[in-house]
């Protein structure tokens, strides 16, 4: 009998403990000392209760049916593929930009390049033939200068070789020469005196003959020129024996005339 008794308590015990404590003693801070409880049995590792597994939330229809989409799934996954930034494939399209950009800039510099290289091709060739006309008409205004210097060189030496060469046997046809070769003032000089200086030649017995030693152009323009003339001149008369030689330097005036160039004006530099 009180096996039986004891049985039933023990049983009765268990299930309270798997009921756990009464509603009203929830909350109450029950202590348990353990200087007076006996020390309690373990029990088998068998007989312990099982955990009780925790329930499942309540789940809502739509987000489940969201979630588990499977063309939505498929679809964000694209979405997130194509939104990804892969730096690598970043860095490769940005090269292949930055190669496009370099060709599209270095075929647009040799187009440029080609266009100022014609350009320059055209204006170089237009410098050159203009330069090349300039230089032909420099050159030709140089000869033309050169030219017109001589003349005027040439002219002042034959109007002095005229002048200091005179002789008694010649007198008219010398001082005709000098005529030839001059105009303007000492033209008329000449013109008015010649019949006296053919007169005095012939009774001096004078034989001269003119050598021009140097000449050069003082001043010039297109119309006249200023050349001084050395001359020597080797002269012989009735009244002295021998031949005499002076030496004479003259400033001539060559100018344009009607008849060309010739000596207009004539005086003595000492």
Aim: proline share 4%; charged share 30%.
């Amino acid at each position: 009998m009180s096996d039986s008794n004891g049985v039933r308590n023990r049983a009765r015990r268990r299930a309270v403990r798997s009921e756990g404590p009464p509603p009203d003693e929830v909350g109450v801070d029950v202590r348990v000392d353990h200087t007076t409880a006996p020390p309690t049995q373990q029990q088998p590792a068998e007989e312990k209760a099982p955990t009780a597994e925790p329930e499942e939330s309540p789940r809502d229809p739509a987000v489940d049916e969201k979630t588990v989409d499977p063309a939505g799934d498929e679809k964000t996954v694209a979405e997130s593929a194509e939104t990804s930034t892969d730096p690598a494939a970043d860095a490769n399209t940005e090269a292949g930009a930055q190669t496009q950009v370099k060709t599209s800039d270095s075929a647009e510099a040799g187009a440029l390049w080609q266009r100022v290289v014609a350009v320059a091709a055209v204006v170089l060739a237009v410098a050159l033939l203009a330069g090349g006309a300039y230089i032909m008409n420099l050159r030709g205004d140089i000869a033309d200068q050169q030219t017109r210097r001589a003349d005027y060189v040439q002219t002042a030496k034959q109007a002095l070789l005229n002048i200091t060469s005179i002789s008694a046997e010649t007198a008219e046809a010398d001082i005709n020469r000098v005529l030839e070769v001059s105009a303007g003032d000492l033209a008329t000089e000449y013109e008015q005196r010649k019949t006296d200086y053919a007169g005095i030649v012939k009774k001096a017995e004078v034989r001269a003959k003119g050598k021009v030693i140097d000449a050069a152009i003082e001043s010039s323009d297109d119309h006249s020129a200023i050349v001084l003339v050395a001359v020597e001149q080797t002269l012989t008369n009735g009244a002295k024996e021998g031949q005499q030689q002076r030496q004479y330097r003259f400033r001539v005036t060559v100018s344009e005339t009607d008849k060309g160039l010739a000596a207009t004006r004539m005086e003595m530099v000492v």
